[in-house]
């Protein structure tokens, strides 16, 4: 069936979508054991609220029962419908308040009239609601009622999704994405949840490296894995990728890692230049967890694989960025895009040529026996893979032959089954 | 006279072309004799058919001397008025065929109509006549009597012609070309006819390094080569070129050495780069003996040295590129290309600037005495070449400051002389 | 005041204007003498004519009293109504000669018919006035009376002045300019004007590093000064910029070193990129003093700071170079360029990161505490310059983040101040 991953994994986005999220919470353990169910093996931690974690604590966990804005006993704005409309970490609060004082605390977009933002207040003390700017407009001089059924735990716990697939090899490739946010899709249920196909796909088939998959709480969530776990995979690092705003149908991109030019780097833009449409982002344009990944300390030179990149699409942080942002389609190609670059970290091999000079063709039929001057494109492919088999990887062939990595695997694999070609690793 | 050298290589041109050759047999001795009639000390080798070499295996000698296609006892196809009409290494055969079986070995250019094909079938056994389109059509259904009288000799010999010519040094500079083609002239009766005037001109004075020029049957004569004799010369190589469609009046251009780093490209390029018109190729367009020495484990990085490179010019490996593709003035323009690259290698001397401090060039008549803003090109260059006169090489001088590397000899040589700079090898 | 240093220089520029300049001479003395009233630290150096400095000679020091061209009784040319009258290091000369003699010993300039021409002839015994092409072509055929009253003392010396101002470490910045050039004011009274408002500025304030301040004969003064002074510094030299042609409106514009890769180059080019209208030139335009500080044997990284660069501006060398081409705005905007590399440099700390992962900047008041999707510039740099806070320089910084290097320095010592970064030497 066409894009099959795609429409499972648009499915489990629906699923998905109504919970509410934030740094920490039941909506988010609820969002780990949904996911738990398509991949079993996935870990949930739990940290405790007043943990230190390098510069930063651990806040106190957040949850909502009800929230919503009443006037003459009727709710004009509910929690319940859409739970962009409460602030994220918003104090418990239950009282009447002028229009005034109201307008203090309402936010909302002028240039997206319609659309709902998303806002979060996780460490300063605040509440409030986001409207549309039409709903806004409107409000007249009244009393109104202000509930907000929230609790905040210092007892509580950040949970956070890891899943560990052992290869045959001890060292690890790395893939995040965030869980933190509430109903909204490109950012970032996209993410988790083709991460979560990913996590799938790898633990039915066998790898040769081991894999580290991670379902964070933005910034706070990977700062606390980082201090916790940081020394036990630190040395084992090969590449690393986090997942982000990565299910629309916006050009393949990537953020590059802070020094660009690491293994990361190279494999994920290998595949990019196979996409017609694609742009490459420097470092200095970073907005999600590669910033901690990267930070100095940590020094892990994670990738940031995109579509519409955070700020750069209209329906950012908004109750635009809806189911209606992504669809199988371009959930599968994202898919596939994550899953291509895996494949050539997996079978970058280094080649030696068995031959020196040219091996002697003809006898096994990788040759035209008659000569022509119109050389076939695969068997120049062929030879500009034959000359640079030196020792060189295969990546590293792919970048001088500008040829698809995937079809440099397809070429030395038929080389090597006509013994002419070694591979190492 | 005006391109007196041009004229010889023509008039050599001429000789030849009538000659059989392929990748063995009489026709390449009668070739390389003629040649020697020009450069005396050239040496033929001969290397025995079944000899290993590498992952191949030198051919059994192939001699022809009659081929026809006869119909109605009338040759309408007929090797000795062109050896192109014989597909090179054809199986002897004497019998009729119908008109069916015929069209099954014959070969012809659809977009070429009046062109004769070149092909061969060295490791293939087949047979086959080359013809033109138009002839092609006009066949009608009657026997055809095949003659081909060739011989497979197993006890022949593959012929290879080298010349050494000792210099100061023991270090080496490898020119090579192709002897292995019929009635062709771009590709390649240029090649071996220009070396063999390059041999004679560096023959007839001294030189700081020792040279070797081949004349080899293409792939199979330089895979022999280098199984016989790489040892011997192998770290003694400084830079090597490949002479290949050397003849007719296309833009200068060379194939870059696979890696594209060494000292046989630096030069190279340098002398490109004061031409008007230019081609640079990378390696991946590579397609004549370059291969064999660029291979893993040969590891020579010898750049081809071309004007209308093979496969880019419409008359390649047809009865087209014949004696008119060439003239005294396009072949005496490539020998001077080779011969100035030799130039700029032979003079590549470190220099050393004699003074701290720009030199007082009053004294010398090497300075305007008056000065006026209108500094004349000469005398910038000279001062250009004196600051990088710091030990760089005169190669690494041109590099810089983009003056063509005979000029640079020719200032270092003026301040040389006056006592200004001092030249190491 | 706006503009107020410019004015200072311009003040300066026009009390030197008037005197007669040369590589050696009273004009020389008093000029530096003039500037020693604003700098006291000023030290004249005086080296003695026939003194050997490298591959030369120091010259005899020439002064001229009154030269002049007198047609019957009245004086058609007078070196005391504008210096650039005279060929400098004119010989003696008090005869009659006739118009066809006179022609010999006149020049000009065809393409500026009004403008008196600059010339010399220090090296090559010689006399010569020069004229504007609309005066040359009135002469009529008359006795020409020719007055120079010029002295060549044997005995006595060429002037240089230097300024060392000590710095907390022996390391050294080392600027220079030019003082031989008499009436000429962007070739270059800008230049040493300019300096000693740079000394004044520099000896005023506590500096890290250590200044050598040069007014220098162009040339022969340099070559002068290095011969007897190289050792004293060579190995204290951390950067050095020679202002030459730096009065004018034009472009801001550099010169690169020899090998355009020292840290003088990194500095003045980040400067230079953020300005709007720009030039890079590279070394083989080199024209002035930085030709011997670059030199085999010196090796003295110094890039040439300048506006309309020598040779590059219709004025250059002829007496339109005159106090209408600079003004206090340009003096000031070239003196700000110079003044704004050497804060660079003295600013210019390695800078480490004190937290791993980010630092949680909610608490210290440097971060929004709501976040929204329109992220100000300041906070963005604020935050790409902490990303590459991991032991890199703040030049590194500014050249990675493309953030002028100054608004680096700001940035970097906010977060100092917040105890967020490590700053070291």
């Known amino acids: 069936m066409k894009n099959q991953i795609g429409n499972n994994i648009y499915s489990l986005i629906k699923k998905l979508y109504p919970i509410n999220r934030s740094i920490t919470g039941d909506g988010n353990r609820l969002t780990l054991n949904i996911i738990k169910k398509i991949i079993p093996e996935l870990k949930i931690l739990e ?154 796909h790898l633990s039915e088939k066998k790898n040769f490296y081991s894999y580290r998959l991670l379902f964070l709480p933005e910034t706070i969530g990977c700062i606390t894995y980082l201090n916790k776990k940081l020394k036990e995979f630190k040395n084992k690092f090969i590449a690393g990728y986090h997942l982000t705003c990565f299910g629309d149908n916006g050009d393949f991109s990537i953020v590059n890692s802070k020094n660009n030019n690491s293994y990361s780097d190279k494999i994920a833009e290998l595949m990019l230049q196979t996409k017609k449409n694609k742009k490459k982002y420097s470092f200095l344009e970073c907005g999600s967890d590669e910033r901690q990944f990267n930070y100095a300390g940590i020094n892990l030179p994670v990738v940031a694989l995109t579509r519409s990149l955070y700020g750069k699409f209209k329906e950012y942080h908004s109750s635009n960025d809806n189911l209606s942002i992504a669809n199988p389609k371009s959930l599968n190609d994202s898919f596939n895009f994550i899953k291509d670059i895996l494949e050539v970290i997996e079978g970058d091999y280094k080649v030696f040529s068995k031959t020196i000079c040219e091996p002697f063709l003809s006898k096994k039929n990788l040759y035209r026996s008659i000569n022509n001057n119109k050389t076939t494109i695969d068997e120049r492919n062929m030879f500009n893979v034959l000359y640079y088999s030196d020792g060189r990887s295969i990546s590293d062939i792919s970048l001088i032959t500008k040829i698809n990595p995937l079809e440099v695997i397809k070429i030395v694999n038929l080389l090597k089954e006509n013994n002419i070609l070694l591979l190492k690793r």
């Not at 307008?103 to 979060?120: E, G």
């Not at 490739?173 to 196909?197: Q, Y």
Request: proline share 5%; glycine share 4%.
């Open 47 to 200: 940290y405790k609220s007043g943990t230190k974690v390098f510069d930063w604590e651990i806040p106190p966990e957040w949850n909502v029962s009800d929230a919503y804005i009443e006037v003459e006993n009727k709710r004009i704005v509910d929690f319940k419908k859409n739970n962009l409309h409460l602030m994220s970490y918003s104090q418990p609060m239950n009282k009447y308040i002028s229009l005034n004082e109201l307008k203090q605390h309402l936010f909302f977009y002028k240039d997206m009239p319609d659309a709902i933002p998303y806002k979060t207040s996780y460490y300063k003390k605040n509440w409030g609601f986001c409207v549309s700017y039409n709903f806004f407009k409107k409000l007249k001089k009244k009393k109104y009622k202000i509930v907000i059924n929230s609790k905040f735990n210092n007892r509580g716990c950040l949970s956070i999704g890891e899943m560990l697939i052992k290869g045959k090899s001890k060292n690890e490739i790395l893939i995040s994405s965030n869980i933190c946010h509430p109903s909204l899709v490109n950012n970032e249920l996209s993410g988790p949840t083709i991460l979560t196909f990913i996590a799938k």
